[in-house]
């Protein structure tokens, strides 16, 4: 249980209203009753803001009178998030390494690490202080493992993957298995050795169920702060820009450098050796076939500037109207 | 090895001919040999019936005057799925748990249960009777796996997950992963807590290598009947409605409800907060951008009714045409 | 570390220069140094010859006269994917059966092997000299594992999947789950159970993560030489041709057939039932709705001949153009 005003100095926001209103939960505003923590962001839900159950509210900077406890900042979001990162933390208990798990020779494994049960640790493994790895995961020869990183269940490093600090990996995701590179060789595709690795900045998050291919040559790079959905796909050599955030389902192709900031929602699928800039948004189930300048907006299948896209997807609209209207002025002319 | 007549019994159906006929296998209709049972559903095949090799041959409501032995139902599809399940099941067979198993503490643990080796559950777990755990399950804390639930290999549930009755889920499918929730926070994107869970109806089944991410707050819930097919990506806070069908490689965003008796085919998209209703057909690749209504059935990229989508089709096949006819005319216009 | 001459007998080229040039490992062409091999396949690349670093350049046929050590062979990148194996390949090494492993009974296991720790055989496998299966890989009932096949961690084999020799399987890829037959019975999808089987040939590769399942009755077969990569989705009964190629995020449906030295690019779709020919291409993102005839390279949804496809992309990039002239026309027509 926090006072509000203790929240309020987390978040850097001013009460309005009781500072020591006692906070025990964080919840969304339909859902909150007393002794919880909302936010309201929109204008909607601002105005329901004295009929709502919550004991404080958070709001956007403007001017308030009311008999609520309000917590102003600037962007209540943001705030709300952070609050209920705190009110709902658990600290970190180092529980050892599981007398179940199989810890390979040369490993330099910290003091407070949690190693649960049928974990794998190949030869030559380094694992940071703080890290956990959940039940199932295996790491390959010479992986990297940086400080509070946290493995769940049944992730898969292949050898010489490098993950940075705080970085979360969720379950059943494969980070390193062999780019796909064949060439022709009279009847039959030959497989090109696959001698890179993968290596994954700080304060990553990848979801559920991914594979992200070592490169051929040189690495496969996750950079800081980058967040990725489940389900996605990101082939060998691709470099994924700082802060850029993947959604679910995509599927990036070999060599694809994504810059900084750029968010690909779901189902978009690019290219190999496609170059996207800085600050880009590819709108869902675009499929990108040409490099894409920085701050641009996307869409469609070939993926195009999204204004053009959405004046073709009208014109595509009224394509039967249009054809009726041509066949009748057709008609019209041969009367004539 | 069955009597006709008894598996006429377990369907309700008719017989025709010699109900002492002896079944041992059930097969399609090209590959059934004596000994088999198998069914025609179509004219094409009800009137290849007499050169059949089969024993006994499931027919639709009808008159039949033939010298195979025939079982006559209503839905012979249904009837021969029926009986293929009587002839191939297995009885349970519970082995236990194994020594190679990890279980955590607290844990409630049915006593018919075969729980393999390389498991782990976690505290506070509680698994109900003629469940089948395979190799390399991992069972989050304080999950509830009911009665008759097969959990194949790899299979992940985070914390809190909750599987109702003769749940099936294949193998690598994970449950509970933390929903894609970010905020952006000046340069980086800040997580979300995602501090809700996964509840699954009764007889759902699962196919493999699924995510499905729980609820930031809350739960995202699957009913009833549900079945959904291979490498499936479900968001947090989605509602899927009982009996809903959903094929292989669909990617639904975060929030979504889907009503009833709903068939998504394969790689459906949808958007994050969008409704579906009842009894709603979603054709194969269709992106839905926007709420459809009970009794639909839509298709295309952006998705709208299946008609409508086949009409532009067949105008945009029609486009290279329209355009040269319009530029001949303008020609002839400028000639006059 | 080779001497030039003896890498050139091994593919059959060559050399210009001196073939006693030592060469210790294979490098792409702008990271080439010395003791390098690296290729010059295109014109530009043979243009930067003698500015290389790398102690050798492998390059296409033709009259060279040249400072540096040259092989010359027909195919340079094959040439180089062959040098490169020869120069990183790891000896097999059987380190057996580990005591962490779980075997069950009557299984025939080959004396040269490496069966790592949490691997669990089920009862009657069988496994060929030369294999490696990583952590975590479980394997059903009665599977048979040809020689040195690879499997990596988690990989799941359900009952009855056979695979041929030196396949190689990517981490968490599930063979064998159920395929996804279901008929409505009254209120609910009543599952057709699934009694068939995998069969996979010689020389396979299989990517992380995907998920085959078994067919209905008889087998779903991948014939030899197939590659498939990351998070692709082959459903029950299909058949993929000898070295037919499938890129990342595919999904194919029930029954499909697909012939030899085909290519599907990623996050292909293919429908149920579809019969695709030989030596076909079908490029990506396209969704295939009809049967494929051989030697034809297909786009676009739903998917036809790729030409077609370019005239109608290019004629609905002009449509909002077309509009506006057809308007103007119109405008002119009731001025006259």
Redesign the interface.
């Known amino acids: 249980v926090y006072r509000l005003k203790e929240l309020a100095a987390l978040v850097g926001g001013k009460v309005v209203g009781d500072g020591e209103t006692r906070i025990s939960e964080a919840?969304?505003f339909e859902?909150a009753s007393e002794g919880a923590i909302t936010f309201a962001a929109s204008d909607r839900l601002i105005a329901q803001v004295e009929s709502s159950d919550a004991s404080a509210i958070i709001v956007p900077s403007g001017d308030y009178a009311s008999a609520k406890a309000l917590l102003v900042v600037d962007?209540p979001?943001?705030a709300?998030?952070?609050i209920?990162?705190r009110l709902?933390?658990k600290p970190f208990i180092a529980t050892g390494i599981?007398e179940?798990a199989?810890i390979g020779r040369a490993c330099e494994i910290a003091e407070a690490v949690s190693i649960?049960?049928?974990v794998?640790l190949a030869d030559g493994v380094s694992i940071g202080s703080g890290v956990t790895l959940?039940?199932?995961v295996?790491i390959g020869k010479g992986c990297v493992v940086g400080e509070e990183c946290t493995l769940?269940?049944?992730v898969?490093l292949?050898p010489g993957v490098r993950l940075g600090a705080r970085v979360?990996i969720?379950?059943?995701?494969?980070l390193g298995?062999?780019g796909?590179g064949?060439?022709?060789?009279h009847?039959?595709?030959?497989?090109?050795?696959q001698?890179g690795r993968v290596e994954v900045g700080n304060?990553v998050?990848i979801?559920?169920?991914?594979?992200i291919?070592r490169a051929?040559?040189?690495a496969t790079v996750v950079e800081d702060?980058v967040?990725i959905?489940?389900?996605v796909?990101i082939?060998h050599n691709c470099r994924i820009g700082a802060?850029t955030?993947i959604?679910?389902?995509c599927?990036i192709?070999g060599s694809v450098e994504i810059g900084r900031n750029c968010i690909l929602a779901?189902?978009v699928?690019i290219?190999d050796h496609i170059r996207v800039g800085d600050n880009v948004k590819i709108l869902?189930?675009a499929?990108v076939?040409k490099d894409v300048p920085s701050n641009s907006t996307i869409s469609g299948?070939?993926a195009r500037d999204h204004r053009e896209e959405l004046?073709?997807?009208?014109?595509?609209?009224?394509?039967?109207e249009?054809?009726r209207?041509?066949r009748s002025?057709?008609d019209e002319?041969r009367d004539r």
């Open positions: 919840a969304p859902a962007q979001k943001v709300f998030a952070k209920l990162a709902t933390q599981s179940l199989s649960h049960p049928f794998r959940h039940p199932g295996s769940h269940s049944n898969v292949y979360t969720h379950a059943g995701t494969v298995s062999d796909f064949y060439v022709f060789d009847n039959h595709q030959l497989k090109i050795p001698t304060d998050e979801g559920a169920n991914c594979a291919d051929t040559f040189g702060h967040k959905d489940n389900l796909h082939a802060n955030v959604v679910g389902c599927g192709s779901g189902q699928g290219a869902a189930r499929a076939f299948t070939p004046r073709a997807q009208a014109a595509l609209r009224r394509l039967p249009l054809r209207r041509l002025r057709g002319e």
